[in-house]
């Protein structure tokens, strides 16, 4: 961090105004020092007006090196000299000639105009370079202040930036459940003594700055909104003070704004906790009350007119019954599923698992769903064992070719396969079935996403897929789909599952 | 009713609907004819002329107001809808464009046929006007505009009388909040839901035996009442 190694220097800089100012002074006049051995030395060579010039370059220096004051003085000493050492008579203050006076007040002029000039186009350059120091800090502290996403990271920033810049210890507090807690500052620093945790206190409830009484300074950092907190300040340097009130002003909007992302962020987990309970609501008030009501209907139907029902009516009501019952008895299981999934209480139970088994499995368990829908398999004839949790990956399974079923006419076929690369065994499940569109295809693991009726209606609540999506990846697997696969149509779930390599015992 | 068999159009997109109600309907001693949408449902009306009307609200290709609104344009029959307890505005929508009366999904097969009866009996009520109508000890005088009760006449104010009349005029069938606030204290007053509040507490401290648990006006909640005379 080169920012506040260079705050650091110019703090030091500012410290010590008055010894640099004698110093500049000093120079000056050892630089009219010099001049004179010069002069002297040059004399031989020189005739009196060529060796003004000398004198004038120490005045010139002395206002570039120094500023302005050094450079009156230069130029002062300098006539001083010039005129006891090298006018007649020499070595007294007298002048003899007219014409040396007019040098002598030109001399005087030349110097302290040069000396002047000189010394203010330094000494702007200096106030702008501070200038510009004070603004870069603060920028530079801006840009790290904003970059902090959580109210503690933007406390430890303020904390950094404020100790560089005021060279003074510095922690941030911000509330907490009780009272104030330190968010930001020297590490080791974990707590205030009894007095110093009350006088930021009051400073937290009133907002004024305390005195140093404690050995801390403390004052509110005052946001756009509200108060967000407190910092204390110990070994604050007097003229430290205007830089740090900016970066102080700046920290409390940074604090304000992390705050009110990070409420932002709460708000949202909320709100798309509240989503998904509203979606969960309409979907059981709309998916449950199908079945319910073909349930209650035809139990009450039969209760009714039971004797006077054909005995195939009869029997088609009850099968209906078991019907609505076993779809019942499914979305139960998928809401469950998709609590768990939501509420991250999923822990696969990993064994070693041959993926072709668990799909045979899934197929089986898809039963009378697939209906006159085609299964054609190919499978690896070797296939590496993936450690995962087999009654997840089935469950996984069975909701993609449960979609697959519901989608796809039938009659059609629905391929699945199971190959390995080097790190992964893959598994695919394609069919034949309207596809997905292209602007859809992210959304189908959607919570609650029914693209459109399937073809059997009312089958599902939408949550097939996001299941199996939560299941595979809770496994360190991955789920893929691509549509169409052939003509316009179809679709392929892909899932890769890592490979780790069994050990001799695992596989006993 | 043995030599005429009551013809019922039952529009569901369900066909698990269909399943029971059309066997239940057919041994209940109905002609069922069945469409499983909107648009069938609209062409078996004109084509069969039902006697009465079980219509599912959420139907796929249109929705239930609209196919009610439609079929309402050239059908003046009972029609009984089926809906879901969460919905309960399209429930109301649907009764305010002249629906009969409603069943909540999942209802059992014996309160839809009550419901159907009650529906079918009103329009045969409707053509063979009875002017006194009678309900335990009460008798209700529509054309002498006069209650009995229990052989004493019970005094109603104008406004009592009228809320009463509209009530038994729906004959068993449920009638909104909007149907009786506009038919008795008018249009600008649809929303003032409270006045109903207050006069049917009056009428069923003049007519029922006991007035906390009403028999007679029904409370059907947030939707409107009903005046049940058996």
Redesign the interface.
Known sequence: MPTPVRLLQTAADRRRPGARAIGGYVAALALVALATAAARALEPVLDGGNLAMVFQVAVLVSAVGFGLGPALLAALAAAVVYNFAFLSPRYSFEIGHPADLLTFSMFFAVALATGWLAGRVRDNARVSARQADTVGALLEASRTLSAAATPDQAAQALAAQATAAAGAITIVLLPAEDGLRIAGGPTGLEKLSPDGAAAARRVWESGETSDAETGWTFRALQGLRERVGVVGLRGLAPDAEGRVSALLEQGAVALERAQLASAAAENEALRRADQLRSALLNSISHDFRTPLSSVLGSATTLLEFGTDLKPAVRRDLLESIAEDARRLNRYVGELLDMGRLEAGALRPRRSWTDAREVLNAAVERLGERLGRRKIVRDFARDLSKVRTDPVLLEQALLNILDNAAAYAPEGSRIEIAAHEDLANVLITIEDEGPGIPADALDRVFDKFRRLQAPSDRGEGLGLGLSIARGFIEAMGGRIAVASPVADGRGSRFLIALPKAVPTAKELL | MSAHRPRVLVVD?????H???G??LD??GYEVVRADDGAAGLRELARKAPDAVVLDLGL?DMDGKEALAKARAFYDGPILILS???RETEKIDALDLGADDYVE??????EL?ARLRVALRHRVQREGVSPVVRAGDLEIDLVGRRVVRAGQVVRLSPKEYDLLARLVEGGGKVTTHRQLLTAVWGPAHVEDVAYLRVFVGQLRQKLEADPAAPRRILTEPGVGYRFVSE
């Not at chain 2, 999904?105 to 014996?110: S, V």
């Open positions: 997109d369900e066909p698990q609907i399943r029971f109600l066997p239940a041994a209940a796929p879901a307890r969460d999904k999942p209802f059992g097969i014996g046929l």
